[in-house]
């Protein structure tokens, strides 16, 4: 039997890579079931950029316009020294038309792709699946409800820490690349720090400070180094709180007040930098999508649209491959890897050093460009 006349998916994750996967999917005329951890889509976090390819792949979803109509203000990004005064800036205020990168709130390009897929795909939530076994023409997946789930090929759409990724492939943590450093990220009501449509920085050696203003809400990030992985429990929010403060107290700027945002009980993101290696992104019937195959880290500021371009990517290689998921799946890490490893290279190396300098040298260095107007973001 061909894979055409089976044609039936099972997505594991149900975010940007896991919908747009499903909504290529649907397209192809794949059965898909989404199975999703959480109770329903995980919302929240930093606006998506959304660049390059990514903005003719939306196109052809027929998601252009409506993303254009929700695009945030283009933004100021200034680099202040301890006074506050502006070390350099990134102009991206010049107006442009929707052929052109722009910034959009995770949850309205959720929502878009919420709707893309509404009532054509089953989306199954609070569940996860323990169990994948590979058969001749079929995966079978088990649910931790028990429930067993049969499907042509299996996608894992389910982030970094890809549940997925361990049942395929069971390699442990050993795809995760730790960039040497931990960044909490916590959105709040607008904080009068900055102006809105504006994003300042403020860089020590081994420490930055970020804020990102809009016209109702301001992101406060701040990063440091560490030369190696820390020892912590993610659910021990008290921990984590102390870590940032241990890292923070006592330095100037801004950082004072982002710093009594850190204690209230309101929920926060923190994570170490890490990008996500995989020597292979798929295996027999199953293949990894976004995050879960390769993170190219917040860093990157790609991730959303990284997510968007493989989805698309795997289905043009599985129209092109119909009746062979081998041929296709090679098709798909063949094409996209170099520009995966390209992005994920420029992150680790030069965004890190711009974003993140580790060093008063790479902290001068930085600065240097700056005022020669020598980077771009
Ligand atoms: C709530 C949230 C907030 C975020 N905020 C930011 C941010 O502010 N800045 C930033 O740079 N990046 C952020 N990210 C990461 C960013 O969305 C991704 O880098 C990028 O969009 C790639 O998307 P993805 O779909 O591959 O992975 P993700 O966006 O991580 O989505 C993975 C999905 O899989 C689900 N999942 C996880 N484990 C399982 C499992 N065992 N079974 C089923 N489903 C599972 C998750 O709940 C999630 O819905 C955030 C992600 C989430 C989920």
Same mark, same amino acid.
């Given at each position: 039997?061909?894979?055409?006349?089976?044609?039936?998916?099972?997505?594991?994750?149900?975010?940007?890579?896991?919908?747009?996967?499903?909504?290529?999917?649907?397209?192809?005329? !794949?059965?898909?079931?989404?199975? &999703?951890?959480?109770?329903?889509?995980?919302?929240?976090?930093?606006?998506?950029?959304?660049?390059?390819?990514?903005?003719?792949?939306? &196109?052809? /979803?027929?998601?252009?316009?409506?993303?254009?109509?929700?695009?945030?203000?283009?933004?100021?990004?200034?680099?202040?020294? #301890?006074?506050? +005064?502006?070390?350099? #800036?990134?102009?991206?205020?010049?107006?442009?038309?929707?052929?052109?990168?722009?910034?959009?709130?995770?949850?309205?390009?959720?929502?878009?792709?919420?709707?893309?897929?509404?009532?054509?795909?089953?989306?199954?939530?609070?569940?996860?699946?323990?169990? *994948? %076994?590979?058969? #001749?023409?079929?995966?079978?997946?088990? *649910?931790?409800?028990?429930?067993?789930?049969?499907?042509?090929?299996?996608?894992?759409?389910?982030?970094?820490?890809?549940?997925?990724?361990?049942?395929?492939?069971?390699? @442990?943590?050993?795809?995760?690349?730790? /960039? @040497?450093?931990?960044?909490?990220?916590?959105?709040?009501?607008?904080?009068?720090?900055?102006?809105?449509?504006?994003?300042?920085?403020?860089?020590?050696?081994?420490?930055?400070?970020?804020?990102?203003?809009?016209?109702?809400?301001?992101?406060?990030?701040?990063?440091?180094?560490?030369?190696? &992985?820390?020892? !912590?429990?993610?659910?021990?929010?008290?921990? *984590?709180?102390? *870590?940032?403060? +241990?890292?923070?107290?006592?330095?100037?700027?801004?950082?004072?007040?982002? $710093?009594?945002?850190?204690?209230?009980? +309101?929920?926060?993101?923190?994570?170490?930098?890490?990008?996500?290696? /995989?020597?292979?992104?798929?295996?027999?019937?199953?293949?990894?999508?976004?995050?879960?195959?390769?993170?190219?880290?917040?860093?990157? @500021?790609?991730?959303?649209?990284?997510?968007?371009?493989?989805?698309?990517? $795997?289905?043009?290689?599985?129209?092109?491959?119909?009746?062979?998921?081998?041929?296709?799946?090679?098709?798909?890490?063949?094409?996209?890897?170099?520009?995966? =490893? =390209?992005? %994920?290279?420029?992150?680790?190396? +030069?965004?890190? #050093?711009?974003?993140?300098?580790?060093?008063?040298? =790479?902290?001068?260095?930085?600065?240097?460009?700056?005022?020669?107007? &020598?980077?771009?973001?």
């Amino acid at each position: 039997m061909t894979q055409t006349e089976l044609r039936t998916a099972l997505v594991s994750g149900a975010n940007f890579a896991g919908l747009a996967t499903a909504f290529w999917l649907k397209g192809l005329g !794949y059965r898909v079931t989404i199975v &999703e951890t959480a109770a329903g889509v995980r919302r929240g976090g930093t606006p998506v950029d959304i660049k390059g390819e990514t903005v003719g792949i939306l &196109e052809r /979803m027929g998601l252009l316009d409506r993303a254009w109509a929700k695009r945030l203000p283009p933004r100021a990004f200034t680099f202040r020294g #301890a006074d506050n +005064e502006t070390l350099g #800036a990134i102009d991206h205020t010049a107006p442009k038309d929707r052929t052109h990168d722009f910034e959009i709130h995770r949850d309205d390009l959720l929502d878009l792709l919420l709707d893309a897929v509404d009532g054509s795909v089953d989306i199954i939530y609070d569940r996860s699946i323990v169990r *994948l %076994q590979e058969h #001749a023409d079929q995966m079978s997946a088990t *649910l931790n409800d028990g429930s067993r789930h049969d499907a042509t090929l299996v996608f894992g759409c389910d982030g970094n820490r890809s549940n997925t990724r361990n049942l395929v492939f069971d390699d @442990g943590d050993a795809a995760s690349y730790f /960039m @040497g450093g931990y960044f909490y990220l916590k959105v709040v009501r607008e904080t009068g720090l900055l102006p809105p449509d504006t994003s300042e920085v403020f860089s020590v050696p081994g420490r930055t400070a970020m804020l990102n203003g809009y016209d109702d809400r301001t992101d406060i990030c701040l990063a440091f180094r560490a030369d190696s &992985e820390i020892a !912590y429990d993610y659910r021990d929010r008290a921990r *984590l709180r102390r *870590l940032v403060h +241990e890292h923070f107290d006592g330095l100037g700027w801004k950082v004072p007040q982002m $710093l009594s945002h850190v204690d209230d009980e +309101e929920d926060f993101y923190f994570d170490r930098a890490t990008q996500i290696r /995989m020597p292979n992104w798929s295996k027999g019937r199953a293949a990894l999508v976004g995050d879960a195959g390769y993170c190219v880290s917040p860093i990157a @500021g790609m991730g959303g649209s990284m997510a968007i371009i493989g989805a698309a990517r $795997l289905a043009d290689a599985l129209a092109q491959h119909a009746d062979d998921h081998a041929a296709a799946f090679r098709a798909y890490e063949d094409g996209l890897r170099p520009f995966v =490893e =390209e992005v %994920q290279t420029r992150a680790a190396t +030069e965004g890190m #050093a711009v974003i993140f300098p580790a060093s008063a040298h =790479e902290l001068a260095e930085r600065d240097r460009k700056i005022a020669a107007n &020598e980077i771009a973001l």
